[in-house]
């Protein structure tokens, strides 16, 4: 069955500065847009984005425009992964939902970073998921999927195959910032999103790109979220 996704990548990912994991996403890419499949993908800032909104926070800056710094941060990743891919992308990133909409109707894959203040990629990704009637949003982050709590702090931690977004909400409650820069899995926009939406979500581990598909059919390793 042919697909639309939007894969949104965590901006942890570019911090590695390896791009072997960039080639590995051009592959999988390719080999989906090849079978008749629709990609768009949003970027997160990562240490680029923490850097400058570190800095400017220490001088004062207000958190609009430190939101700006993590924006631009974004849309620099997501200019890696456009000329990553060549001509199998969309040249020009967006920096609207209206021009992400304009962009996707070229058939092209679409690559994003962020879009406005108070507004984080997760919030984008689902956005453009909605946008574009996408069957399913996937967050590709460093963690397996989504876990019963924080496995950063608990090591009897355990992995949930399959939630829906209200016992998300609950794991996420008191866990998230609405700070620049501290946006994790899908902040409390992106759930509302994917709920009015129906949107599936899957949250899988950025380090089995090269198994999106089989993530994809439930034979890998993941966690599937669905809308309450």
């Known amino acids: 069955m042919l697909m639309k996704l939007i894969l949104k ?12 994991k960039l080639l590995t996403l051009k592959e999988v ?26 800095l400017a926070r220490k001088m004062g800056s207000n958190e609009a425009y430190l939101d700006l710094l993590g924006i631009w941060a974004s849309r620099l990743n997501a ?16 920096e609207s939902l209206e021009d992400f909409i304009q962009a996707w109707s070229y058939g092209k894959v679409v690559v994003t970073g962020g879009f406005q203040p108070g507004q984080s990629t997760a919030a984008v990704s689902a956005l453009v998921a909605e ?14 999927g989504v876990y ?3 496995p950063r702090i608990y090591k009897d931690a355990r992995l949930l ?12 409650e008191g866990t998230q910032s609405v700070k620049a820069g501290t946006y994790e899995l899908l902040d409390p926009m992106a759930i ?22 089989d993530i994809i ?3 890998e390793i993941s966690t599937l979220v669905e809308p309450e």
């Open 131 to 144: 946008a574009s009637n996408a069957d399913l949003l996937i967050i590709a982050t460093n963690v397996d």
């Open 217 to 219: 059919a439930g034979k």
């Open 9 to 20: 990548l965590s901006g942890k990912i570019f911090d590695e500065e390896d791009p072997q």
């Open 79 to 94: 200019y890696l992964v456009v000329f990553s891919l060549n001509d199998l992308a969309y040249m020009k990133v967006p």
């Open 161 to 172: 195959t399959k939630i829906n977004t209200e016992k998300l909400k609950e794991i996420l």
């Open 29 to 54: 890419v390719k080999e989906l847009v090849n079978e008749g499949n629709r990609v768009g993908i949003v970027t997160g800032g990562g240490s680029t984005a923490r850097k400058y909104i570190s």
């Open 148 to 150: 019963d709590r924080d």
């Open 192 to 213: 509302k999103i994917v709920e009015r939406s129906k949107i599936k979500v899957i949250v899988m581990n950025y380090n089995k790109l090269g198994k999106l598909k």
